[in-house]
């Protein structure tokens, strides 16, 4: 039996994380030796946005607070994984609290490093010292000429969002008047 097809059987041809029946395919669990156990079957919106943090939906995740308790290790693992990522949001870290994952199902979530607070991590902080994530909405602090704009982009501006510059702390990447510009964070506030 193939593996998608003994993972349409165990899920009862649902997507194992949020129960969609659409779209359904194949999603290895990384590290994985490709068995059905270390496999589970996720719609294209779940999919999608395990692979790409870019089109992360937190309200979409609210389906984990049932699919957590999962039988099956592979979900569990990442139910937890996701829901480190969007434990900045608030209620993905409740959920966290009360999951219970047995010594070496923790093990195989943190194989990737997801969940680990890294030291080395480059951190973007705004000017109250705030931790800035990617999709945060901030307000800018002071009037900046726009370089190769030929605007003034003015104190009070909100900019929804942001996009990080993963190799420089300082910069952050939002949406201005239209154009997409390079900010940098001492001049910016984290909005809520």
């Known amino acids: 039996m193939s593996v998608e097809k003994?993972?349409?059987k165990r899920s009862g041809s649902t997507c194992e994380l949020c129960g969609a029946t659409d779209n359904l395919?194949?999603?290895?669990?990384?590290?994985?030796d490709s068995t059905a156990n270390q496999c589970i079957l996720v719609c294209n919106?779940?999919?999608?946005?395990?692979?790409?943090?870019?089109?992360?939906d937190a309200n979409h995740w609210?389906?984990?607070?049932?699919?957590?308790w999962s039988q099956e290790a592979a979900v569990q693992v990442v139910a937890w994984r996701m829901l480190n990522r969007l434990k900045a949001e608030g209620w993905p870290q409740d959920l966290l609290d009360m999951l219970y994952l047995e010594e070496d199902?923790?093990?195989?979530?943190?194989?990737?490093g997801e969940g680990d607070e890294d030291e080395d991590a480059v951190k973007h902080i705004d000017s109250n010292g705030a931790v800035l994530k990617a999709g945060d909405s901030v307000v800018l602090i002071k009037d900046l000429n726009v370089k190769g704009g030929g605007f003034t982009a003015k104190r009070g501006t909100a900019v929804r969002n942001i996009s990080l510059v993963h190799d420089?702390?300082?910069?952050i990447e939002g949406r201005v008047s239209g154009q997409q510009?390079?900010?940098?964070t001492k001049y910016v506030k984290k909005s809520n």
């Not at 199902?105 to 194989?111: N, R």
């Open 25 to 32: 395919s194949v999603y290895e669990v990384a590290p994985s």
């Open 105 to 112: 199902v923790l093990e195989w979530a943190k194989a990737t």
């Open 6 to 8: 003994e993972l349409q």
């Open 45 to 56: 919106t779940c999919k999608e946005q395990i692979e790409d943090a870019e089109k992360m």
């Open 168 to 171: 420089n702390p300082e910069h």
């Open 62 to 68: 609210r389906c984990l607070n049932d699919s957590m």
């Open 181 to 184: 510009i390079v900010i940098l």
